[in-house]
């Protein structure tokens, strides 16, 4: 099985900061990586497949790099809406697994 | 536009079986595969099953491998999840998702989800 590890399990920044999220994978999953995004009572919404594609409607200032085993997400510029928790999942193998979550939270 | 409903969960003791529904439409469901994920309370993401679009090739996760059958109607745009022989530890929130192409295992749409709890 392969095994997502999200760094860091909380980030603390402020409206207008960077964020970097990473997703460090136990084997290689080529570029079948995703990043969702989840709010609380929500359910999650796809930002990025295949490691670097924004899904529909995603805004531009998310952006996805990475192949192998260590991927990243950034948020360019916090918005307010952005403050959620981040999950990344993959599918190159079975079972399909997705990351522990890294919480995007206001300092 | 995509709308995924889930319904079906409810209160079911150990041991016992429930089956959940997830009602697509928005798109041509027969060509697209999807998937059942859920999430413990307070917990992660999990993935269940998946099915594939046309021929309908399934995969369970090692843990409810054996317990858990996911199937499709094309005719009804719906997916099921039958689950038996549930443990306390099935307790979640259980979200129908749609696969971004055929047998593509990343997720574009969700539903809002039907939250299962198994408890005596």
């Known amino acids: 099985e392969v095994v997502l590890t999200q760094s860091p399990a909380t980030l603390s920044l402020s409206p207008g900061e960077r964020a970097t999220l990473s997703c460090r994978a136990s084997?290689?999953?080529?570029?079948?990586l995703a990043w969702y995004q989840q709010k609380a009572g929500q359910a999650p919404r796809l930002l990025i497949y295949d490691a670097s594609n924004r899904a529909t409607g995603i805004s531009a200032r998310f952006s996805g790099s990475g192949s192998g085993t260590d991927f990243t997400l950034i948020i360019s510029s916090l918005e307010p809406e952005d403050f959620a928790v981040y999950y990344c999942?993959?599918?190159?193998?079975?079972?399909?697994?997705f990351g522990g979550g890294t919480k995007v939270e206001i300092k | 536009e995509v709308q995924l409903v889930e319904s079906g969960g409810g209160l079911v003791q150990p041991g016992g079986s429930l089956r959940l529904s997830c009602a697509a439409s928005?798109?041509?469901?027969?060509?697209?595969?999807m998937s059942w994920v859920r999430q413990a309370p307070g917990k992660g993401l999990e993935w269940v099953s998946v099915i594939s679009g046309g021929s309908g090739n399934t995969n369970h996760a090692n843990s409810v491998k054996g317990r858990f059958i996911i199937s499709r109607d094309n005719s009804k745009n719906t997916l099921y999840l039958q689950m038996n022989s549930l443990r306390a530890e099935d307790t979640a929130i259980y979200y129908c998702?749609?696969?971004?192409?055929?047998?593509?295992?990343?997720?574009?749409?969700w539903g809002r989800g039907t939250l299962v709890t198994v408890s005596s």
């Open positions: 084997q290689s999953v080529g570029s079948y």
């Open positions: 998702a749609k696969g971004v192409s055929y047998s593509d295992w990343h997720f574009d749409y």
């Open positions: 999942q993959q599918r190159s193998n079975w079972p399909l697994t």
């Open positions: 928005g798109f041509t469901f027969s060509t697209y595969g």
